[in-house]
């Protein structure tokens, strides 16, 4: 698991979380080959690296970030989004 997760945009109004390392390179895989560059390749090199073992997460998770940063496509959650602003009742349901 990343120590926080990294949201992006993958479509008009609809927001992906990336939580850890699988979901990244999952989200890397499913990329389209045309836009796939050398920022593409170093951050899915340091994914790799990082789920071998041999990379720190931090660092997969940072390159992960440029990555979308440069593919314009990085989303600043800072606070809640209004969806998960709900207060958990029983069960686990959200209540508004």
């Known amino acids: 698991m990343f120590e926080s997760p990294v949201f992006v945009r993958v479509a008009e109004g609809l927001i992906e979380e990336i939580a850890c390392l699988e979901d990244a390179l999952e989200f890397f895989y499913d990329w389209p080959m045309k836009r796939r560059g050398s920022i593409h390749q170093t951050a899915v090199r340091a994914c790799q690296r990082a789920f ?9 998770r940072d390159a992960f970030v440029g990555f979308t940063k ?19 009742g029983q069960g686990g349901d959200a209540t508004v």
């Open 52 to 60: 071998e073992g041999s990379f720190p997460p931090s660092g997969a």
């Open 70 to 88: 440069s593919a314009k496509i990085f989303e600043d959650v800072r606070e809640p989004m209004p969806w998960m602003k709900g207060k958990l």
